[in-house]
């Protein structure tokens, strides 16, 4: 049988070896027998919607909730799960070397192991960019994994815990009392997000919202506005660059709404314990700080047997979405540098892409399977929308879904942006589920604190 390997459990990638996994895995129907051997690699035993992180660091999402077990998901769908990080790749073997596992204590679980494909597809996502600032990768809180994010939040409520404690002691002098750039007295709790993009946004709202759930719920009697202070720090001109300028004025109201001070045009050259200083010569206090100022490719994509890549490390692949070195080996996603015919710029790096990719995969490995020509890749731009928490979301809707471009915000944004992850849920379980699912999530909601507590 053909043997697929999708190496990546992303939202691309795990979407990608479900529907292989149903349309030609061994699911264990009599009527279909199986037509393909189909194996996912991952790093690590479960999935999480990347784009959830934020969440899961400001507490309004508990992440054992929404992780999904790779080991079931292969058993309900037809597929395999293997383990492991990737490590090599023998183009003219045919095989990937992945590396061991281990366990809590550092003890080897698994062994490295050699797996063998037909067709192999890359989709190992992206990774924290630190742009060799000093500092930043051992000072600052990237928000690439479950751990980091849960890391951030651990560490959010010992600040607050600590700077309550300090407040009501006699003649205490807390953090609080030290002044930052402007001269005023700063807020007992800072916390400093380098990056406007749309990860530091909704971070940056989501944090004022658990600033005032940590404070109704008796964990600090701090004032969530005033003493727990949120400062962005973006280097260019306005938030979100990446959208249009009308998305990003209407996000940056709605953030001075929630009193997270921006600073634009800063450009941070270090980060060191309890600061963060700028090129302008400005220091910020920071008794916490995420960088989420960038994204870059995987450093292992750039070691794989002759693969082509580019400077941000992105594999290059042509519109077929095979590799330019190789016409075997696959990739999609944010590792992905495919070619948007009428844009000056790739495909850009998110969820929606990698969700399409992976649809249009499918369907090439149908005609691959039964060589005939594969079909080329086309993006379809449906917009962009940025969470403000449970406070606002905004964001524009764009081409197939109204016809041009339109500004949305409020309880419709919230909605479509919502959406997103339901459509994720289907993708991977169908609707019937999804639905199940949807109830489920909404029964706990209502059972539980809106912030994880502990």
């Known amino acids: 049988m053909h043997r697929f390997i999708v190496v990546g459990g992303g939202a691309g990638g795990l979407e990608l070896a479900t529907r292989l996994g149903d349309r030609y895995g061994d699911t264990g129907s009599r009527r279909r027998p199986p037509r393909a051997s189909v194996t996912l690699v991952d790093r690590y035993p479960t999935h999480i919607w990347k784009p959830l992180l934020h969440e899961v660091a400001a507490g309004s999402l508990d992440p ?33 070397t992945i590396g061991a596992v281990l366990d809590e204590d550092s003890l080897e679980l698994l062994p490295p192991r050699v797996l063998e494909y037909d067709t192999l597809v890359i989709a190992i996502g992206s990774t924290t960019h630190f742009f060799g600032v000093p500092g930043a990768a051992e000072h600052a809180i990237a928000l690439d994994t479950v751990a980091q ?31 930052d750039e402007s001269g005023e007295a700063g807020p007992r709790i800072q916390v400093a997000i380098v990056g406007g993009g749309a990860t530091g ?24 506005r005033h003493d727990v202070g949120i400062v962005l720090i973006e280097s260019g001109p306005r938030i979100l660059p990446a959208l249009t300028e009308r998305v990003s004025s209407a996000t940056a109201e709605l953030l001075a709404k929630l009193g997270v001070r921006l600073m634009l045009g800063e450009r ?37 047997d002759g693969l082509d890549v580019n400077r941000l490390g992105q594999l290059l692949v042509r519109r077929t979405l095979q590799t330019e070195a190789d016409d075997d080996v696959f990739a999609l996603g944010d590792c992905a540098a495919c070619p948007w015919p009428g844009n000056e710029r790739n495909v850009p790096p998110r969820a929606q892409a990698a969700h399409q990719q992976a649809a249009f995969l499918l369907r090439a ?6 060589r005939r020509p594969l079909p080329e890749f086309t993006y379809r731009d449906f917009g962009s929308l940025v969470s403000l928490g449970h406070f606002s979301a905004v964001g524009n809707l764009m081409g197939g879904v109204i016809g041009g471009n339109m500004l949305i915000e409020g309880l419709f944004a ?32 209502t059972t539980l604190p809106r912030v994880k507590l502990h």
Not at 71 to 88: C, D, M, P, S, V
Not at 151 to 156: C, E, G, N
Not at 210 to 224: E, I, K, M, R
Not at 416 to 434: D, E
């Open 64 to 96: 054992f909730t929404q992780e999904l077990p790779y080991a079931a998901q292969a058993r309900w769908h037809g597929f395999e799960f293997q383990q492991g990080e990737l490590k090599a790749l023998d183009r003219a073997a045919k095989r990937i």
């Open 149 to 179: 994010a849960e890391r951030f939040r651990k560490r959010l409520i010992a600040a607050c815990v600590r700077a309550e404690y300090q407040a009501a002691q006699p003649m205490a002098t807390g953090a609080g009392d030290e002044s």
């Open 201 to 224: 946004v909704e971070l940056s709202a989501e944090l004022r919202n658990t600033a005032q759930v940590l404070s109704a719920y008796g964990l600090h009697n701090l004032d969530p």
């Open 268 to 304: 941070v050259t270090e980060v060191a314990p309890g600061v963060v200083r700028t090129a302008s010569g400005k220091r910020v206090r920071a008794d916490l700080t995420v960088w989420a100022a960038g994204i870059t490719a995987p450093a292992v994509l750039s070691q794989l």
């Open 365 to 370: 490995f149908g005609n691959r399977l039964e």
């Open 414 to 445: 919230r909605f479509m942006y919502m959406s997103l992850y339901r459509l994720h849920i289907a993708a991977l379980h169908g609707y019937a589920r999804m639905v199940l699912d949807t109830f489920a999530h909404w029964l706990r909601r």
